[in-house]
Nanobody, 124 residues
Framework: QLQASGGGLVQAGDSLRLSCAAS????????MGWFRRAPGKEREFVAA????????DYSESVKGRFTMSRDNAKSTVYLQMNSLKPEDTAVYYC???????????????????WGQGTKVTVSS
């Protein structure tokens, strides 16, 4: 089970940190990802940390502004979002992928478990 939190209403240029806490065992074996769905748009990849490398990957739209990290001891991943823009407004979801993370980390359809989402609204 994944529980996302940390969303809210902020102004452009502000920062937010999202958290996603996982329950269950073997958290470190999962590739963890963040996705978002903006109003009227398809769900899109934001960031992921592959279990194989432990290094984050980002979509071009957030690279340089967002930082994803994971704390395996706490079974938690974080998404630090800086310099937020109105176009970052969306519901953000964390997800866990058990196999194929190296190839499919950006493919939402491959993820096995999803959190409930946390809403981020950035006003201009």
């Amino acid at each position: 089970q994944l529980q996302a939190s940390g969303g809210g209403l902020v102004q452009a240029g502000d920062s937010l940190r999202l958290s996603c806490a996982a329950s269950g065992r073997s958290f470190s074996y999962y590739t963890m990802g963040w996705f978002r769905r903006a109003p009227g748009k398809e769900r899109e990849f934001v960031a992921a940390i592959k279990r194989s490398s432990g290094m984050p990957d980002y979509s071009e739209s957030v690279k340089g502004r967002f930082t994803m990290s994971r704390d395996n001891a706490k079974s938690t991943v974080y998404l630090q979002m800086n310099s937020l823009k109105p176009e970052d407004t969306a519901v953000y979801y964390c997800a866990a992928l058990s196999y194929g993370g190296t190839l499919y980390y950006a493919d939402a359809s491959k993820y096995d478990y999803w959190g409930q989402g946390t809403k981020v609204t950035v006003s201009s």
